[in-house]
């Protein structure tokens, strides 16, 4: 049995068929070949399949392909403006190197940009709690709660 | 060719090296980095593994009927496909460790079965029509079950291998006792006499924890079988350890191998050697397609840990508090299958002695094998486990000599330019420096807060391999832009960034243009293998000789166009300068080779020499320090212990890259704090792992994190590389667990001698010393 589900992603409308156990990563890697979205504990642990559903942080390992029906779906490769231009929190993960083997990088990318979406200017506390839904075993998080400081102040600059 | 040796001299300072352009960090950004996970090759299959369900049973036998008759089942890969290669079995330096179980198993979680099929979810439905008649055998939970007499054997025969070479006063035995793989021992001086005539002698236990390696990117391997040669895009960060393990396993010619290095999403040690890649091309070459293998986590956690240990220190001590001499006797628990031990086994036993002056040592180091998921190498392994041991017990004996830690480990360090060993390296760090340095971002001297312990730690170990040896290939374009060639794999540590700014600075030449080259067993010249934090020095300085062969390559060309000596020119930037006019390189090549342009192409190539003269059998290339310092204050109603601040700091000789070197040590530092703290893989009275999932395996998060953590990276310009290099990935792991454990017994008098330091630990040990 396979059903139709429809929606968009990274701006584009898209209609794929899938089985009802189907999840959301399998889509996006193998129908839609956006293999940014990285498969880390497939659990909803680790954070590293991390896309935006309606502009809410999902994990995309744990989230049934159907129930993506009618949203609005982005993955890091959606981030980008379409002349390259990185996201304010993109530049700050590059710019600070809150990353090693960059295998969690783009979940925790997509994940902080809803944090900032959200509160523009997080305390320290803020941060490390949104951070509980992540997991980065290179880096002891200092690089990277550095790089979340970094894009909030990034924001503010083009604000002002 | 040129050997590589260990620096004894201080190098120049140079200018302070700006943040070098990241290589790959835009991808890493944007989800454009490709890592062995994405490979993907037409009419790939995937696999997936049936595991054991037992620590230890006999197979009476496998029916794989049902399984091999269900739509899109392609091949089915059992023990008795196995026994036919040419060698069925893998490990270093001893091969027993089955590419799938023949006839027996040996850990929960060991591959029985493996079934490829048209997709994962056709794999894991045959699976479940597999069945297994096993026969449970008696298990053997930990070393001292495996020692004692008549315990059940894990192996009846023994095994193929060999027991590693070693150097002057050290002894490497394969397999001596039963149940156990390795024998590592090491002596020098009178340690009897020593002990006899000491003021006082003291003999503590300690107990070291296993953990997994938790690296994001499971262990993948694609595979394929063509034309007689097999090709493999894997996330093992050895590729031509690999390609020598699949020569052996096959019976292939190592030329007819081809390995891939993609980028890796983390490893810690989890993909260094030989592991499931095996296997995969085995399932390719019987189901005569692409086979796709990647485990999931829980598999992952089921397939290799840190070793667990129990070491026992009798170290004599004058009365002025000088260490005279060191018996240490060491256990460690290497699981049902060698993978690495035996180079744990003699890291561990060489790096007992710590950053200190001996008169006599005497060392054994064990492995011995249980019925429990397979120990291997686990960043800085055998360093982690002999300083946790080494520099507790330097506390405890500071603290019954009145003496403060600080100035214990003072009056005793290696100076700089003194030798580890008799025979060895000299140390190539400021200990004491470093010590220092702590010291004042702690604010050790200053008076505690009620209730707050501080501890000191400092680890040491060898760094940059045994005799390793590298190559590289440095290619400079008709443009003037270089593409660098090595098998150091870029695992997260920037090993491109680092290699490609080596032959940048030699070239004079613009490190953002320049390119890390894709990892291909085919093209990229061989080195070891991505260990022992050896990339930036050992192929670091093949790089350094083969840029500054391409240099000559360069002068010697335009000194031909310019009718002129290559000594009467200067390379500076994309041109040459002869008497002061600038003649740009780019016209030159292109009026001589045509529109295509050319690459001038060098090869470079260092050896560390073997010496047997030194324990290890050569001459150790540097030495990793990690100074830290903790203060912690303890619950002495619940046991939690709360880690105030962390200060950690190491040496890396010269920095390329600031924020590359203090990632690595801020990265290290927080897995072993987490091992400290909480981390751990445990098991069931039965041996089943209790924790193997996800959802359950705990290891540190951004919330975790000590209120106050601090990292710190110094240039003492000692080190071997290019301009006083050395390597630094492993360092920041060292001594946390000894720090935090070093200040709870400042706190509160009480040693804990169980990791993690967990409330039921801490008051475990806070009843023990005070049963009111």
Redesign the interface.
């Known amino acids: 049995m396979t059903l139709t589900v429809s929606f968009t992603i990274n701006g584009a409308p898209v209609s794929t068929a899938v089985?009802p156990e189907t999840v959301l990563a399998d889509v996006i890697r193998d129908e839609f070949q956006?293999?940014?979205?990285?498969?880390?504990?497939?659990?909803a642990?680790?954070g590293?399949c991390t896309v935006l559903v309606d502009r809410i942080p999902m994990a995309a390992c744990s989230t049934f392909a159907f129930e993506a029906e009618g949203r609005d779906i982005v993955?890091?490769?959606g981030?980008?403006r379409p002349d390259g231009t990185?996201s304010a929190v993109?530049r700050a993960?590059?710019d600070?190197?809150g990353?090693?083997?960059?295998?969690?990088?783009?979940g925790l990318?997509l994940l902080v940009t809803a944090l900032l979406e959200r509160d523009p200017d997080p305390d320290r506390a803020t941060?490390?709690?949104w951070?509980?839904s992540?997991?980065?075993?290179?880096?002891?998080?200092?690089?990277?709660?550095e790089a979340v400081e970094t894009a909030a102040r990034l924001n503010r600059e083009v604000a002002a | 060719m040129s050997l590589l040796l260990p620096s004894n001299r201080i190098h120049p300072a140079l200018p302070s090296h700006p943040e070098p352009p990241q290589q790959g960090g835009h991808a890493k950004v944007t989800g454009a980095a490709r890592y062995a996970f994405d490979a993907a090759l037409p009419g790939m299959l995937h696999a997936k593994v049936l595991r054991s369900p037992h620590p230890h049973a006999r197979i009476r036998g496998i029916d794989t009927a049902k399984a091999a008759a269900l739509p899109g089942v392609v091949a089915i890969v059992t023990g008795a496909d196995a026994r036919a290669l040419a060698l069925p079995t893998y490990g270093f330096t001893i091969q027993d460790q089955p590419v799938i179980a023949i006839d027996k198993v040996r850990h929960v979680g060991e591959a029985v079965v493996a079934v490829a099929a048209r997709d994962e979810r056709t794999a894991l439905a045959a699976l479940a029509l597999v069945d297994v008649d096993y026969d449970p055998l008696p298990a053997l939970p930990d070393p001292a079950a495996a020692l004692a007499p008549g315990a059940p054997l894990l192996f009846e025969e023994p095994q193929p291998g060999f027991a590693l070479p070693v150097g002057a006063g050290s002894t490497s035995r394969k397999e001596p006792a039963p149940n156990v793989l390795y024998e590592y021992t090491y002596t020098r001086g009178g340690v009897d006499a020593a002990l006899d005539r000491a003021d006082h002698v003291f003999t503590d236990s300690f107990a070291f924890s296993a953990i997994n390696h938790y690296h994001l990117e499971p262990h993948v391997n694609v595979a394929r079988f063509e034309d007689g040669r097999l090709e493999l895009w894997s996330s093992n960060q050895d590729p031509f350890m690999l390609r020598a393990d699949l020569s052996r396993i096959f019976g292939m010619p190592d030329t007819d191998i081809r390995v891939h290095t993609p980028l890796i999403g983390g490893g810690f040690g989890g993909k260094s050697y030989c592991k499931m890649e095996p296997l995969v091309a085995l399932i390719a070459q019987k189901a005569r397609r692409p086979v796709r293998l990647a485990l999931t986590l829980d598999e992952s956690i089921l397939t290799l840990t840190k070793h667990a240990a129990e070491l026992t220190l009798t170290t004599a001590v004058g009365a002025d508090g000088r260490l005279l001499a060191r018996r240490a006797d060491i256990v460690l628990d290497g699981g049902a299958y060698c993978d690495a031990s035996v180079m744990v086994a003699l890291k561990t036993g060489f790096r007992i002695a710590g950053a200190y002056h001996w008169d006599a040592l005497d060392v054994r180091s064990r492995v011995v094998r249980t019925t429990k998921v397979p120990a291997g190498s686990f960043r800085g392994f055998g360093g982690t486990q002999a300083s946790y041991a080494s520099e507790c017990q330097m506390d405890m004996i500071a603290h019954r000599l009145g003496i403060d830690p600080y100035d214990l480990r003072v009056m005793n360090f290696l100076g700089p330019d003194e030798p580890f060993a008799p025979g060895d390296s000299a140390i190539d760090s400021d200990l004491k420096g470093g010590l220092d340095e702590v010291c004042t971002r702690l604010g050790y001297r200053a008076p505690k807060k009620a209730g707050h312990g501080f501890g000191l730690a400092v680890g040491i170990k060898d760094g940059g391999g045994t005799g390793n040896h590298a190559g590289a290939i440095v290619k400079v374009s008709q443009s003037g832009r270089i593409t660098v060639l090595a098998a150091t794999a870029e695992i997260g540590q920037g090993a491109g960034t680092t290699l490609c700014s080596i032959a940048a600075d030699v070239l004079g030449l613009d490190a953002a243009d320049a390119r890390y080259g894709a990892i291909d067993t085919d093209v990229t010249p061989l080195n070891n293998g991505t260990h022992v934090s050896c990339g930036t020095v050992v192929t670091g300085s093949a790089v350094a000789e083969a840029a500054a062969s391409v240099r000559e390559e360069i002068l010697a060309f335009a000194a031909e166009q310019l009718q002129c000596a290559p000594a009467d020119l200067a390379l500076e930037g994309w041109a040459v300068r002869r008497n002061g006019a600038l003649h740009p390189l780019e016209p030159m090549v292109r009026g001589y080779y045509g529109g295509q342009g050319f690459a001038f192409t060098a090869y470079g190539h260092v050896k560390v020499p073997y010496d047997d003269g030194a324990p290890l059998r050569s001459q150790n290339l540097f030495w990793m320090p990690c100074w830290t310092g903790a203060e912690v204050s303890v619950d002495r109603e619940t046991g939690r212990v709360t880690v105030h601040r962390l200060v950690v700091g190491s040496d890396a000789g010269r920095i390329i890259s600031r924020r590359a070197c203090e990632g690595q040590v801020a990265g290290a530092a927080i897995q072993a704090y987490g091992q400290a703290m909480f981390e751990s893989l445990r098991y069931t009275p039965a041996l089943q792992p209790e924790n193997a999932t996800p959802w359950t395996y705990r290891v540190a998060q951004a919330a975790d994190l000590p209120e106050h953590f601090e990292v710190f990276v110094t240039e003492h310009m000692r080190g071997p590389g290019p301009g006083g290099l050395k390597g630094i990935g492993e360092a920041g792991m060292l001594s946390i667990a000894a720090a935090i454990g070093n200040a709870i017994e400042d706190a509160t008098g009480v040693r804990v001698n169980a990791m993690p330091f967990s409330p039921e630990a801490v008051l475990a040990a806070l009843d023990a010393a005070d049963p009111a």
């Not at chain 1, 956006?34 to 659990?43: A, P, S, T, Y």
């Not at chain 1, 990353?99 to 783009?106: L, V």
């Not at chain 1, 992540?134 to 709660?145: Q, S």
Request: with cysteine.
């Open positions: 089985h956006l293999v940014g979205c990285k498969v880390g504990c497939d659990q642990v680790c590293a993955t890091i490769e981030l980008a990185l993109q993960f590059l600070v190197q990353f090693q083997c960059g295998f969690c990088t783009g990318i941060i490390t709690d951070l509980g992540a997991v980065c075993r290179c880096t002891g998080y200092l690089a990277i709660i």
